[in-house]
């Protein structure tokens, strides 16, 4: 891989990782902005995306309630 490209990935790992440890303390907007700026990423290494995750992650949150 390119080296812009993996450090990406490992950001990308880092985020995911945070967003694991945030425990109680995270809330549905930080979770959303992480996962919508992980897609963002994604697209601009031309990696195909359905939709926007951090919209998905709010839909499937409301569908639970």
Do not use: W, Y
Not at 6 to 16: H, N, T
Not at 28 to 56: F, R, Y
């Amino acid at each position: 891989l390119h080296p812009r490209v993996r450090r990406q990935r490992q950001m990308c790992i880092r985020d995911r990782l945070r967003i694991g440890h945030m425990g109680n303390n995270a809330n549905v907007t930080d979770v959303k902005n992480t996962l919508s700026a992980l897609t963002q990423v994604l697209q601009a290494h031309d990696i195909p995306v359905k939709e926007d995750m951090g919209e998905a992650f709010v839909r499937c949150i409301e569908e639970m309630e």
